[in-house]
Every structure is written in C-alpha cells, then in structure tokens.
C-alpha cells in the first residue's frame, strides 16, 4: 500500500522524546500496518486502533510488526474516536492517515514517479477517501504542469470527499459496508488540509458503484495477474466501466492497495464469472 510512505515521513519528523513516548494511529487496516511497519524500523511503540470490522489480513499484518492493536466501534468514526482517547490519555504522538503536511508529502511522491515514468503524462485517476493521495499526487503533478488533470474516483459508499466538495464544506455521512473498505471512514469536520487541496486542485469527479469495484478486482486478478483489494480498485473501475468521458492521449491509473483477504478474492472472481 502507499500508505508506508506518508507514515515513515510524518514519523522520520518526531523528536527523540516523542519517539520514546510512542505513536497511535486509527486504520481500517492499510495506514495502521504502515504505522506499525514504520514504528518496528525505528523502535517506536505503536498503537493502532481499528474498527470491528477490519479485515482479518490486515490486522494479521498490523500485529505481525509489534504494534498493540485495539478493535474498537462498528464503525471507522468510532474507531477514530477512541484512538484520540488513547492519545490524550497516553500521551502519544497521533500519526494521521490523511490531513497531515507530512502525509500528503509521503503520498506525493507517487506523482513524482508518474512523471519519471510518463513525462507526457496528460491524465492521472486516483481514488479517493480523505484526500491524503490524491492531494499530495495533484500538487506534486501540477507544480510541474498545471494542464494535467487529476480525476478523483470514490466508491459510492464511501464518498464523504466527494459529498463535501457538493456543499463546499467538510460534513459527515453514515457509514456503509462496501468492498472498497480501506476508503471508509470520514474526512474530519475540521479539516485542516485535504479538503482544501482537493477543492483546488482536482478537476474532476468520478463515483463507481459497488459491482463495477469488483469487477475491476477481477479483471486485475484474471487479466493483469494482479491482486487488487476494493479501495485500490476504484481509479480502474471508473475506466473498465466507461465512466472517464475525456480521456487523454496519456492516461495513468493509480492501484492503491492490494490487502485483500483470499476468500473475499475468490469470491469476487468467482462472482465476476458468473455474471461475465
């Protein structure tokens, strides 16, 4: 996932004494197995807190590094919530998975590589959830040439950016059980920089639906050899469905994610089959 990158550069910024003292994240699984990879190479105890719901590979991977993890909240808010009751009770460090300086940097570096590997780069599509990603790639792409258009792909029960962007400011939307899990959760009605930077510099707006994730899923896994978990599926998603109406001449579509649990791999595929 890329989310390592946006965790080892918030964490390569702490002081020694908060490096003694300790981190603790919230995650629906990719940014806590970020934080607890990134707290094992440096020695820094971890904390990750997630939902209930969490993917069993995900959490597997988080304990695997050390950190001490907490499955808290039907829901990614309730989760949040009481990973900001360890940190005030504990006095730890708290490592955002979005809607930090840090963060958007790490994440950033992604558009960096897009244009070493595609100087001609006209298009990129990258998911969407808080923002972290897709703010960090469109900076990075746009201070080189602003004419690149960034498109942001949200999953349809997990689009609480983009619900935002309707009204002009950060709210807050019930949460649904969706494939793209690693998307869930809220943006933060205080908001300090994502929802800014997406409002600035993302041109455009693309929703995928619950069945054309999946079918992305499987068309990575049968005809790209590529193990795709929902959330990193959606950019690919808004493509095989027909949904970029203006693509350009040269297009990159960002895979996000790949932790995804065997059966519910299989499953997909197998239900891809059926349909196809």
Not at 175 to 193: R, S, V
Not at 237 to 242: D, K, R, V
């Amino acid at each position: 996932s890329f989310k390592v990158r946006g965790a080892a550069n918030r964490m390569l910024a702490l002081s020694h004494e908060q490096r003694a003292r300790g981190v603790v994240a919230c995650s629906s699984g990719n940014h806590g197995r970020a934080v607890a990879y990134i707290a094992e190479r440096l020695a820094i105890p971890a904390t990750v807190c997630v939902p209930e719901w969490v993917d069993p590979t995900k959490l597997e991977a988080i304990r695997l590094h050390g950190a001490e993890t907490v499955l808290y909240g039907s829901t990614y808010d309730e989760a949040e919530a009481r990973s900001l009751d360890i940190q005030r009770e504990r006095g730890l460090v708290y490592i955002h998975p979005f809607d930090d300086p840090h963060v958007i940097g790490g994440q950033g570096t992604i558009g960096l590589e897009l244009l070493e590997q595609l100087p001609a780069l006209d298009t990129v599509v990258v998911p969407l959830s808080g923002g972290g990603l897709i703010g960090g790639i469109a900076v990075a792409l746009k201070a080189r040439d602003p004419a690149i258009r960034v498109i942001g792909a949200s999953a349809s029960r997990a689009a609480v950016m983009y619900e935002s962007l309707q009204v002009g400011r950060p709210i807050a939307c019930p949460e649904e059980a969706t494939i793209a899990d690693a998307l869930a959760g809220g943006i933060g009605l205080d908001n300090q920089h994502t929802f800014r930077l997406v409002q600035e510099h993302v041109d455009e707006h693309i929703v995928v639906a619950e069945d054309e994730i999946r079918e992305a899923m499987a068309f990575a896994a049968k005809d790209l050899k590529l193990v795709v978990e929902g959330g990193g599926a959606v950019a690919l998603a808004t493509i095989l469905a027909g949904k970029l109406h203006r693509p350009g001449s040269h297009v990159a579509v960002v895979v996000s994610g790949g932790n995804v649990e065997l059966s519910r791999l299989l499953e997909v595929v197998g239900g891809a089959r059926e349909t196809g």
